[in-house]
């Protein structure tokens, strides 16, 4: 099925260890986009890219890195995880001409 | 900076009733796209429904219909005979409608948490 794929859905990490969230399209979508979620937060922009090589900071980028190699893989990495990224992760996807944007199905991150 | 304002936390509305979900937003842009997504148990976001700014006429999906207001920045949602799969968190959110890099975000509001009562 086209769509957004993200992995893995939970994960529990130790403060300090690090981590990467995958996440896949099929839909040869340029724009990418990482978003952490947070109770009585809505969703915040953590980094976005807008085709393979091209990425930049969102509102709350402190902490996490992205790289784009591909058009359809945008992984988000955690370096040295702390208490304050536990989260729920949403990666999301479109393209230019495209108001719609397509939602991985999340990934809930608890770091102890 | 455009920002969305989602001023209910909660509401609640009875099986089969009416209920408006509030969202202000403020932009100094002319152009631009507005949604309503609903998050349920589950995670997963479910677009409800879009409203382009340069469009007079109100969006409208089956139960869901939103009210724009584009002078007062306000954007609510109408849920008709609501039922019990309604019950969710609901995003407004914001896109500007120019191309390009940093203008393909959304910006969202915290969430409107909606009970269905049976």
């Known amino acids: 099925n086209a769509g957004v794929t993200q992995t893995p859905k939970f994960q529990v990490l130790k403060t300090g260890q690090s981590m990467t969230l995958q996440c896949a399209q099929d839909?040869?979508?340029?724009?990418m986009s990482w978003y952490r979620q947070d109770p009585g937060m809505g969703l915040r922009l953590i980094h976005y890219s807008v085709g393979a090589g091209i990425t930049d900071q969102g509102e709350v980028p402190n902490g996490y890195n992205v790289s784009r190699s591909t058009t359809e893989d945008f992984p988000l990495r955690l370096l040295s995880a702390a208490p304050s990224q536990t989260s729920v992760y949403f990666c999301a996807s479109t393209e230019a001409g495209e108001t719609g944007y397509t939602f991985g199905s999340g990934t809930r991150l608890t770091v102890v | 900076a455009q920002t969305v304002t989602q001023s209910q936390p909660e509401m609640s509305v009875q099986e089969a009733e009416t209920v408006t979900l509030s969202c202000t937003y403020d932009?100094?842009?002319?152009?631009?796209?507005l949604f309503w997504y609903k998050q349920p148990p589950s995670r997963q976001m479910i677009l409800v429904i879009r409203q382009e700014a340069y469009k007079q006429q109100n969006a409208t999906e089956n139960r869901f219909s939103v009210n724009f207001q584009k002078a007062a920045k306000s954007f609510s949602l109408k849920i008709s005979d609501s039922q019990l799969g309604d019950a969710a968190m609901y995003f407004c959110?914001?896109?500007?409608?120019?191309?390009?890099?940093?203008?393909?975000?959304?910006?969202f509001g915290k969430g409107t948490l909606l009970t269905v009562n049976p």
């Open positions: 839909m040869n979508h340029e724009y």
């Open positions: 932009t100094s842009e002319s152009d631009y796209y």
């Open positions: 959110a914001y896109r500007s409608a120019m191309g390009g890099g940093s203008n393909y975000k959304l910006t």
